[in-house]
């Protein structure tokens, strides 16, 4: 089951200066552990008005245990554009399955130079940082960044509990993909970990389809994988 839930973490970067935004879109996944389809995944993003931006990932079980479990995960992440960068104003996750259900939020406060994060029900107040990103929103400036011809490493300040963290990623150059969408151009990009325990994450964005992730691939330390793979764009 804890494979199934691996998918926020591929979902689980510094924007280019004066980037824009990337535009709204609908897109869906199937979601696959070890190869064999168990979910499907809707990610969207929009515009909100006032300058800010929705970020949402619902995803369901539909094989396997996650469907036996009725797994359903949603993570939402609100974002404003500050000097053409990317910063989380709030974040929220809420997972169920079976009976049990986890919920996480972040809350930035730009003006108070504050930010609130909750994990359950305790409480943790990490240090303000501009242009902080949660987890959930890294993939974005991503995108942001590829469309603007952005190369070699990427880092991105990432509230995790009571401090900040730093996520690295390397471009690692142009492949041709095959999806549901046909043979696709693509950028790869992977985490770089400073300790791994043999974890790797990497994503493959379409360069034809606006930079919006196409395959999302987590290996985990012992072998196990977990996959989402493009099915449709609107």
């Given at each position: 089951m804890r494979h199934f839930?691996?998918?926020?973490?591929l979902l689980a970067c510094a924007s280019l200066a004066q980037a824009a935004?990337?535009?709204?879109?609908?897109?869906?996944?199937?979601?696959?552990?070890?190869?064999?389809?168990?979910?499907?995944?809707?990610?969207s993003f929009s515009a909100r008005g006032g300058g800010s931006y929705e970020l949402?990932?619902?995803?369901?079980?539909?094989?396997?245990?996650?469907?036996?479990?009725?797994?359903?995960?949603?993570?939402?992440?609100?974002?404003?554009?500050?000097?053409?960068?990317?910063?989380?104003?709030?974040?929220s996750y809420r997972q169920k399955v079976a009976w049990k259900t986890k919920q996480r939020s972040i809350v930035v406060d730009a003006d108070a130079r504050r930010i609130d994060s909750r994990d359950g029900d305790k409480s943790y107040s990490p240090p303000y940082e501009a242009g902080v990103l949660d987890r959930h929103a890294v993939n974005v400036a991503l995108m942001?960044?590829?469309?603007?011809?952005?190369?070699?490493?990427?880092?991105f300040r990432v509230p995790q509990r009571d401090r900040i963290d730093t996520q690295r990623y390397r471009v690692m150059g142009r492949e041709t993909l095959q999806t549901a969408l046909g043979a696709q151009q693509t950028v790869r990009v992977e985490r770089i970990r400073d300790s791994a325990d043999g974890r790797k994450t990497t994503v493959w964005f379409g360069s034809g389809q606006r930079f919006i992730p196409l395959r999302m691939l987590q290996t985990e330390s012992d072998g196990e994988t977990v996959e989402m793979r493009i099915v449709s764009i609107l």
């Open positions: 839930l691996l998918f926020a973490a935004a990337p535009a709204a879109y609908t897109a869906q996944y199937e979601v696959r552990r070890n190869g064999e389809a168990m979910g499907t995944a809707t990610v949402r990932t619902h995803t369901v079980g539909t094989g396997g245990l996650a469907a036996l479990a009725g797994a359903d995960i949603e993570e939402k992440s609100l974002l404003a554009w500050r000097d053409g960068r990317p910063e989380t104003q709030s974040y942001q960044d590829l469309a603007s011809g952005a190369s070699g490493d990427r880092a």
